[in-house]
């Protein structure tokens, strides 16, 4: 993976979070593959919370504090460090979402200039920085 500082910045949604995780980067598309394999990669801290429900309601089987260290050391994940009052004020527009989660991840990746890599279909036909 040839990632450096001048790597285009990517977020990525939970959903691919818990794909990488899991080691199915079959479930990638090319470009989000591609995109995962040379970009500057980094998480909303909002993920991370998100993570942590699905394994309190048993979707997923390995919480945060697990998920979320191995990537790092594997594919160089980071947490975004966007100021928060900003990611909610811009959350705040994207009234096309009702799930509170997708907003503030799309915010987060829209305030960064990054592409958001996720498959999710009403993220990408609302979203310009949407990458599949």
């Not at 995780?21 to 909303?44: C, M, N, P």
């Not at 991370?48 to 089987?61: M, S, V």
């Not at 979402?97 to 987060?108: H, Y």
Request: net charge neutral.
């Amino acid at each position: 993976m040839a990632r450096g500082s001048e790597s285009q910045v990517i977020h990525l949604d939970t959903h691919i979070v818990c794909w990488l995780y899991e080691g199915r980067v079959d479930f990638l598309s090319g470009a989000a593959r591609a995109a995962v394999e040379t970009g500057r990669l980094l998480v909303s801290p909002l993920v991370e919370l998100e993570l942590q429900l699905l394994n309190e309601i048993g979707r997923i089987i390995a919480g945060p504090d697990t998920v979320l260290p191995a990537l790092a050391r594997e594919i160089g994940l980071q947490a975004t460090t966007t100021e928060y009052r900003s990611v909610v004020t811009a959350a705040r527009e994207l009234k096309w979402a009702r799930d509170p989660f997708d907003r503030l991840i799309v915010a987060d990746a829209i305030l960064s200039g990054a592409k958001l890599v996720t498959k999710d279909r009403l993220i990408r036909r609302h979203c310009p920085v949407a990458l599949w």
